[in-house]
C-alpha cells in the first residue's frame, strides 16, 4: 500500500529541491569566469543571466517550502530524481543563450548527458564554442560524476538527519566513514587532488603537442575531468583525435580506469588497505571482463585486418575497449569507423563492454562490477550447493572491504537491477529501430545511453527523431540513478493526483 | 600545547604519506593493467 502524501512531504522535497538548485546557480560562476579570463563577454552576459534566473528560483523554491523537518527515505528518493531534472532545463539555459543548441530539448539532451556522464551531444559546431561554455560542459560532467547531491551536501545543506538517504537517492550508498558530511568531504578530497595531478600532467603535455601554455591547462583540466568523470565530453568535436598523441591518451586511460572505481575502494587504499585492489570483488570482476571483451575484440579487428601492427591495435583498439567499458566514451576514432571497419563483432564486444560498465558508487555506469560479481557468486554457490551432500550447508562470500556473506537477497537484488538495465537498453533499441535504423547501430547507441558511456556510432545527431532524443534522455536518467528513485518519483507523482482526486470527491 | 601542535604535525605528516602511496598503488595496478592490454594485443600479432 502506497502511503499519503502530505503538505509536509511537497515541503520537504521543494526546500532541498530548492538548495541543490542554488549549488547549480553557484556553479555557474566558474565557466562565467573563465569567459571573462578568455574576454568572451557575450558568453560572460549569458553565463550571469543564467545564474540570476537559477538562483531566483532556487531561492523562491527554497523560502515558499521552507521547513525544519528532515527527509525521509521517500523525500530522499523523490530529491534526487527531481533535483536532477530541475537542474537539466536550468543548465541548459546557458546553452540556449549560446545559439549552439538547436532547441531546448537539444539542451536538455547535452546537459543530462554531462550529468550523468554520458558524453553524447546534439551541440552544433562545437569547434567554435566558447571556453565558458566548454567549461561549463566540461563542469557538468566532473561535478555529475561526483553527484549533484554530494556536491550540496558538502557545501550547503550539512549533516542533516536525512543527509545519508539522499546519496543513496543518487547512487553514492557506500558509508565510507560514518559522518554523512565527512563522506562527501571525502570522495571530493579524492576527487580533487586527482584533477590537480590530472590538470598538471595533461597540461604539460599538451604544451609538449605545441599548445600555448593558458589553453594548455585548461585543456588538461577538460581532458581531466572527462577521463575522471568517465564522461567523455571533449573540447573539440575530434575529440582525442585532435591532440595526436599517444602519451595523452595512455595518460586519459589510466585517469578513466581510476574515475571507474568505487569511492569505497579508493578511500581503502588511501587509507592505508592497499592490497583491497587486488581482492575487492568489483576489480577482479572488471579485471576478467576487461581482459575478454578485448580478446573478442582483437578478434573482430585481426579478422578484418583493421589494424597493421599489434601498437595500433592497442592505441585504438584498447583506447575504445577502455573507454567502453569504464564508460567514459572518449574516442580516438570516428563514430562511423564502427559500424564501417569494426564490423558486428567488434560493435558486439564494445556493446558488452559498456553494458557491464564500471564500479557502483563510482563515477560510471552500466550494470556495475560488483553486481556482475554477486550474481557469478551466486551461480556458483548454487553449483556447490548441487554437488554438495544434501545435508551440507554451503555459503558464498564476496570480498569487498571487507568479506560479506552472499544472501539469496543480495543476489536477488543485483539480479533485479540488471534486469532493469537490460529492459531500458532493449527499449531504447525498439525506438530506434521503429525509426527505420540498423538493429546493431540502435543497440550499441542505446546501450551507450542507457549505461552512460557516450560512444556513438552516428545515430546520435540534432537530426534525429524527437521521441529518440526523449527516450535517451530518460535512459541517462535512469542508468545513473539505478532506478529506484526514478520510481519513488513517479509513485510519488501517482500519489500525489490520487490524493488530489480523494480531496475533490469529498468536496 | 606544543604536544598538541607536533600530535597534529605527525598526523598530517602520517595522512600526507597514506594519500601518496594510495595514489601510487592505483596508478601503478591501472599500469599493469594497461601493460596487460599491449601484451594481449602482441599476442594476436604473433607469427605474422
Given at each position: 500500500?502506497?502511503?499519503?502524501?502530505?503538505?509536509?512531504?511537497?515541503?520537504?522535497?521543494?526546500?532541498?529541491?530548492?538548495?541543490?538548485?542554488?549549488?547549480?546557480?553557484?556553479?555557474?560562476?566558474?565557466?562565467?569566469?573563465?569567459?571573462?579570463?578568455?574576454?568572451?563577454?557575450?558568453?560572460?552576459?549569458?553565463?550571469?543571466?543564467?545564474?540570476?534566473?537559477?538562483?531566483?528560483?532556487?531561492?523562491?523554491?527554497?523560502?515558499?517550502s521552507?521547513?525544519?523537518?528532515?527527509?525521509?527515505?521517500?523525500?530522499?528518493?523523490?530529491?534526487?530524481?527531481?533535483?536532477?531534472?530541475?537542474?537539466?532545463?536550468?543548465?541548459?539555459?546557458?546553452?540556449?543563450?549560446?545559439?549552439?543548441?538547436l532547441?531546448?530539448?537539444?539542451?536538455?539532451?547535452?546537459?543530462?548527458?554531462?550529468?550523468?556522464?554520458?558524453?553524447?551531444?546534439l551541440?552544433?559546431d562545437?569547434?567554435?564554442?566558447?571556453?565558458?561554455?566548454?567549461?561549463?560542459?566540461?563542469?557538468?560532467?566532473?561535478?555529475?560524476?561526483?553527484?549533484?547531491?554530494?556536491?550540496?551536501?558538502?557545501?550547503?545543506?550539512?549533516?542533516?538527519?536525512?543527509?545519508?538517504?539522499?546519496?543513496?537517492?543518487?547512487g553514492?550508498?557506500?558509508?565510507?566513514?560514518?559522518?554523512?558530511?565527512?563522506?562527501a568531504?571525502?570522495?571530493?578530497?579524492?576527487?580533487?587532488?586527482?584533477?590537480?595531478?590530472?590538470?598538471?600532467?595533461?597540461?604539460?603535455?599538451?604544451?609538449?603537442?605545441?599548445m600555448?601554455?593558458?589553453?594548455?591547462?585548461?585543456?588538461?583540466?577538460?581532458?581531466?575531468?572527462?577521463?575522471?568523470?568517465?564522461?567523455?565530453?571533449?573540447?573539440?568535436?575530434?575529440?582525442?583525435?585532435?591532440?595526436?598523441?599517444?602519451?595523452?591518451?595512455?595518460?586519459?586511460?589510466?585517469?578513466?580506469?581510476?574515475?571507474?572505481?568505487n569511492?569505497?575502494?579508493?578511500?581503502?587504499v588511501?587509507?592505508?588497505?592497499?592490497?583491497?585492489?587486488?581482492?575487492?570483488?568489483?576489480?577482479?570482476s572488471?579485471?576478467?571482463?576487461?581482459?575478454?571483451?578485448?580478446?573478442?575484440?582483437?578478434?573482430?579487428?585481426?579478422?578484418?585486418?583493421?589494424?597493421?601492427?599489434?601498437?595500433?591495435?592497442?592505441?585504438?583498439?584498447?583506447?575504445?575497449?577502455?573507454?567502453?567499458?569504464?564508460?567514459?566514451?572518449?574516442?580516438?576514432?570516428?563514430?562511423?569507423?564502427?559500424?564501417?571497419?569494426?564490423?558486428?563483432?567488434?560493435?558486439l564486444?564494445?556493446?558488452?563492454?559498456?553494458?557491464?560498465?564500471?564500479?557502483?558508487?563510482?563515477?560510471?555506469?552500466?550494470?556495475?562490477?560488483?553486481?556482475m560479481?554477486?550474481?557469478?557468486?551466486?551461480?556458483?554457490?548454487?553449483?556447490?550447493?548441487?554437488?554438495?551432500?544434501?545435508?551440507?550447508?554451503?555459503?558464498?562470500?564476496?570480498?569487498?572491504?571487507?568479506?560479506?556473506?552472499?544472501?539469496?537477497?543480495?543476489?536477488?537484488?543485483?539480479?533485479?537491477?540488471?534486469?532493469?538495465?537490460?529492459?531500458?537498453?532493449?527499449?531504447?533499441?525498439?525506438?530506434?529501430?521503429?525509426?527505420?535504423?540498423?538493429?546493431?547501430?540502435?543497440?550499441?547507441?542505446?546501450v551507450?545511453?542507457?549505461?552512460?558511456?557516450?560512444?556513438?556510432?552516428?545515430?546520435?545527431q540534432?537530426?534525429?527523431?524527437?521521441?529518440?532524443?526523449?527516450?535517451?534522455?530518460?535512459?541517462?536518467?535512469?542508468?545513473?540513478?539505478?532506478?529506484?528513485?526514478?520510481?519513488?518519483?513517479?509513485?510519488?507523482?501517482?500519489?500525489?493526483?490520487?490524493?488530489?482526486?480523494?480531496?475533490?470527491?469529498?468536496? | 600545547?606544543?604536544?598538541?601542535?607536533?600530535?597534529?604535525?605527525?598526523?598530517?605528516?602520517?595522512?600526507?604519506?597514506?594519500d601518496?602511496?594510495?595514489?601510487?598503488?592505483?596508478?601503478?595496478?591501472?599500469?599493469?593493467?594497461?601493460?596487460?592490454?599491449?601484451?594481449?594485443?602482441?599476442?594476436?600479432?604473433?607469427?605474422?
Amino acid at each position: 500500500m502506497v502511503r499519503r502524501v502530505w503538505k509536509e512531504d511537497f515541503r520537504i522535497i521543494g526546500y532541498y529541491t530548492g538548495l541543490i538548485t542554488i549549488g547549480v546557480g553557484l556553479l555557474m560562476l566558474v565557466p562565467m569566469v573563465t569567459s571573462l579570463v578568455f574576454r568572451e563577454w557575450e558568453s560572460a552576459v549569458d553565463f550571469g543571466l543564467s545564474i540570476v534566473l537559477t538562483l531566483l528560483v532556487g531561492y523562491v523554491l527554497a523560502l515558499v517550502s521552507r521547513t525544519k523537518n528532515t527527509p525521509g527515505l521517500t523525500h530522499a528518493m523523490v530529491i534526487a530524481a527531481g533535483s536532477w531534472l530541475v537542474a537539466m532545463v536550468l543548465s541548459a539555459v546557458p546553452y540556449v543563450l549560446s545559439g549552439h543548441a538547436l532547441s531546448l530539448l537539444d539542451a536538455c539532451f547535452d546537459t543530462m548527458s554531462g550529468y550523468t556522464t554520458t558524453g553524447l551531444f546534439l551541440l552544433q559546431d562545437l569547434d567554435h564554442i566558447s571556453q565558458g561554455l566548454n567549461m561549463w560542459r566540461h563542469l557538468l560532467t566532473y561535478v555529475g560524476g561526483q553527484g549533484i547531491v554530494v556536491l550540496a551536501l558538502t557545501f550547503l545543506i550539512g549533516s542533516t538527519g536525512g543527509a545519508y538517504k539522499l546519496m543513496v537517492g543518487e547512487g553514492k550508498d557506500e558509508k565510507l566513514v560514518p559522518n554523512v558530511r565527512h563522506i562527501a568531504v571525502q570522495i571530493w578530497r579524492i576527487s580533487l587532488i586527482y584533477l590537480l595531478i590530472g590538470t598538471g600532467v595533461l597540461g604539460i603535455l599538451a604544451i609538449v603537442g605545441g599548445m600555448k601554455p593558458q589553453l594548455a591547462f585548461f585543456h588538461g583540466a577538460y581532458i581531466f575531468m572527462s577521463a575522471w568523470s568517465t564522461g567523455g565530453f571533449a573540447p573539440y568535436s575530434q575529440n582525442m583525435q585532435y591532440y595526436h598523441s599517444l602519451p595523452m591518451e595512455t595518460v586519459s586511460m589510466v585517469f578513466m580506469v581510476l574515475g571507474s572505481f568505487n569511492f569505497a575502494l579508493h578511500y581503502a587504499v588511501w587509507t592505508g588497505n592497499r592490497r583491497e585492489i587486488l581482492h575487492n570483488v568489483e576489480i577482479v570482476s572488471f579485471t576478467i571482463t576487461v581482459l575478454t571483451t578485448f580478446s573478442l575484440t582483437c578478434l573482430a579487428l585481426m579478422q578484418r585486418g583493421v589494424y597493421p601492427n599489434a601498437v595500433a591495435l592497442f592505441r585504438r583498439g584498447f583506447f575504445q575497449l577502455l573507454s567502453a567499458h569504464t564508460t567514459t566514451g572518449q574516442s580516438n576514432i570516428y563514430a562511423r569507423t564502427f559500424v564501417r571497419d569494426w564490423g558486428s563483432l567488434g560493435m558486439l564486444a564494445l556493446t558488452i563492454a559498456m553494458a557491464i560498465g564500471a564500479s557502483a558508487a563510482s563515477t560510471g555506469g552500466g550494470f556495475k562490477g560488483m553486481r556482475m560479481g554477486i550474481i557469478f557468486k551466486g551461480i556458483v554457490t548454487d553449483i556447490r550447493k548441487l554437488l554438495s551432500p544434501e545435508r551440507a550447508i554451503v555459503v558464498g562470500h564476496y570480498h569487498h572491504i571487507r568479506d560479506n556473506t552472499l544472501t539469496d537477497g543480495t543476489v536477488k537484488s543485483a539480479a533485479v537491477i540488471v534486469v532493469l538495465y537490460v529492459l531500458i537498453y532493449v527499449v531504447g533499441a525498439v525506438v530506434g529501430m521503429a525509426y527505420g535504423y540498423p538493429m546493431a547501430d540502435t543497440f550499441f547507441e542505446s546501450v551507450s545511453a542507457g549505461s552512460n558511456t557516450g560512444l556513438s556510432c552516428g545515430v546520435t545527431q540534432a537530426t534525429m527523431p524527437t521521441l529518440l532524443k526523449i527516450v535517451y534522455i530518460v535512459e541517462m536518467w535512469m542508468g545513473r540513478l539505478e532506478f529506484l528513485s526514478v520510481f519513488t518519483l513517479f509513485g510519488f507523482i501517482a500519489a500525489s493526483f490520487r490524493g488530489l482526486k480523494r480531496q475533490k470527491v469529498a468536496g | 600545547m606544543s604536544n598538541d601542535r607536533e600530535q597534529s604535525r605527525t598526523t598530517r605528516r602520517a595522512g600526507l604519506r597514506n594519500d601518496v602511496l594510495g595514489i601510487t598503488t592505483e596508478v601503478a595496478w591501472t599500469g599493469i593493467l594497461i601493460l596487460v592490454g599491449y601484451f594481449v594485443s602482441r599476442l594476436f600479432f604473433l607469427g605474422r
